[in-house]
């Protein structure tokens, strides 16, 4: 069993099971974390408490005994929850790209 304790950094991963009982359990159904849903892990502090992640479009921070309850699967690098994360030539700064017969212009 993995949990969202063990996950690296910059890995996306889908939540199998969440462990706990009572208000705990709730507490983390309450973020946002249900059975199903991606999680990406952002950040890990130095001693491993707390762990940051994005989750549904927000980031969240969780203590490393709340992650310890959260068991995941399909841990997948270089993802982000919208996908694949973008070459640096992929990407374009807003109103570069065609926004249509004006150019994105307001009239």
Same mark, same amino acid.
Request: charged share 25%.
């Given at each position: 069993?993995?949990?969202?304790?063990?996950?690296?950094?910059?890995?996306?991963?889908?939540?199998?099971?969440?462990?706990?009982?009572?208000?705990?359990?709730?507490?983390?159904? +309450?973020?946002?974390?249900?059975?199903?849903?991606?999680?990406?892990? =952002?950040?890990?502090?130095?001693?491993?408490?707390?762990?940051?992640?994005?989750? =549904? @479009?927000?980031?969240?921070?969780? =203590?490393? %005994?709340?992650?310890?309850?959260?068991?995941?699967? +399909?841990?997948? %690098?270089?993802?982000?929850?919208? @996908?694949?994360?973008?070459?640096? +030539?992929?990407?374009?700064?807003?109103?570069?790209? %065609?926004? @249509?017969?004006?150019?994105?212009?307001?009239?």
């Amino acid at each position: 069993m993995s949990t969202l304790r063990e996950a690296k950094i910059g890995t996306t991963v889908k939540v199998i099971k969440l462990h706990g009982e009572g208000a705990v359990k709730r507490h983390i159904m +309450d973020m946002g974390i249900t059975k199903g849903c991606s999680v990406f892990i =952002r950040k890990v502090a130095p001693l491993g408490d707390p762990v940051e992640v994005t989750v =549904r @479009g927000y980031e969240l921070s969780l =203590r490393k %005994s709340e992650a310890e309850l959260i068991e995941i699967d +399909d841990v997948t %690098s270089g993802q982000t929850e919208a @996908g694949p994360v973008p070459a640096a +030539d992929e990407t374009k700064a807003p109103g570069t790209g %065609s926004e @249509g017969a004006n150019g994105g212009a307001v009239e």
